[in-house]
């Protein structure tokens, strides 16, 4: 890939960014040793990114917002918080882009 920043991203880096977002989502939901408020938010960003009727940008947009609320959270454990910073990384990358 050259250095240069392309201005946004195309369908299939999109799609295959949100499937990431997905799998580590996922992986949250189903641990149980993460508190539920917290796969809960999680399990709501997997509906929200699952939903044919909104755009990637929206999508995006609004499962940031969820994490970052659930972020907030002081009994979040770590590696579900490294997790959350992962997804919204993915996700500011497909915000910015649209």
């Given at each position: 890939m050259?250095s240069?920043?392309?201005?946004?991203l195309?369908?299939?880096e999109?799609?295959?960014?949100?499937?990431?977002?997905?799998?580590?989502?996922?992986r949250?939901v189903?641990?149980?040793?993460?508190?539920?408020?917290?796969?809960?938010?999680?399990?709501?960003?997997?509906?929200?990114?699952?939903?044919?009727?909104?755009?990637?940008?929206?999508?995006?947009?609004t499962?940031?917002s969820?994490?970052?609320e659930?972020?907030?959270?002081p009994?979040?454990?770590?590696?579900?918080?490294?997790?959350?910073?992962?997804?919204?990384?993915?996700?500011?990358?497909?915000?910015?882009s649209?």
């Open positions: 050259s240069r920043q392309t201005p946004g195309s369908r299939d999109t799609d295959e960014r949100i499937k990431q977002a997905l799998y580590y989502l996922t949250v189903q641990d149980m040793g993460i508190p539920r408020n917290i796969r809960r938010a999680a399990s709501e960003a997997v509906r929200v990114l699952m939903d044919p009727n909104m755009s990637p940008g929206l999508k995006a947009s499962v940031i969820i994490l970052d659930a972020l907030a959270d009994n979040m454990p770590l590696f579900s918080r490294v997790i959350f910073w992962q997804v919204i990384s993915l996700l500011e990358q497909i915000k910015d649209v």
